[in-house]
């Protein structure tokens, strides 16, 4: 049985940090591309950042230079480091395991919220 279990999330003020975890089981972690996506109240999901299992990186523009994510294929964690947070970050954040489309999978989420 696959799972993802996201954890890190809260609240925040405008400015400040958050790191999320994300441990996965039940899948070999380091043939998958891993991301990082939220959806805010009222919009859509969106790609946040994608770590691919050949070691590339892709960040949505509007959080270049201030989200980093990284990945430890020893310990099946994904992690996404957010910082210079703002208002607008808030969302609930997923993360995504991904290595074709019948093996593609959902943590339940985490909510992150910045208040201003």
């Known amino acids: 049985q696959v799972q993802l279990v996201e954890s890190g999330g809260g609240l925040v003020q405008a400015g400040g940090s958050l790191r999320l975890s994300c441990v996965a089981s039940?899948?070999?972690?380091?043939?998958?591309?891993m991301g990082w996506y939220r959806q805010a109240p009222g919009k859509q999901r969106e790609l946040v950042a994608l770590?691919?299992?050949?070691?590339?990186?892709n960040y949505a523009d509007s959080v270049k230079g201030r989200f980093t994510i990284s990945r430890d294929n020893a310990k099946n964690t994904v992690y996404l480091q957010m910082n210079s947070l703002k208002p607008e970050d808030t969302a609930v954040y997923y993360c995504?395991?991904?290595?074709?489309?019948?093996?593609?999978?959902w943590g339940q989420g985490t909510q992150v919220t910045v208040s201003s």
């Open positions: 995504n395991a991904y290595y074709g489309r019948l093996q593609n999978y």
């Open positions: 770590f691919t299992s050949g070691g590339r990186t």
């Open positions: 039940g899948i070999i972690f380091s043939l998958f591309d």
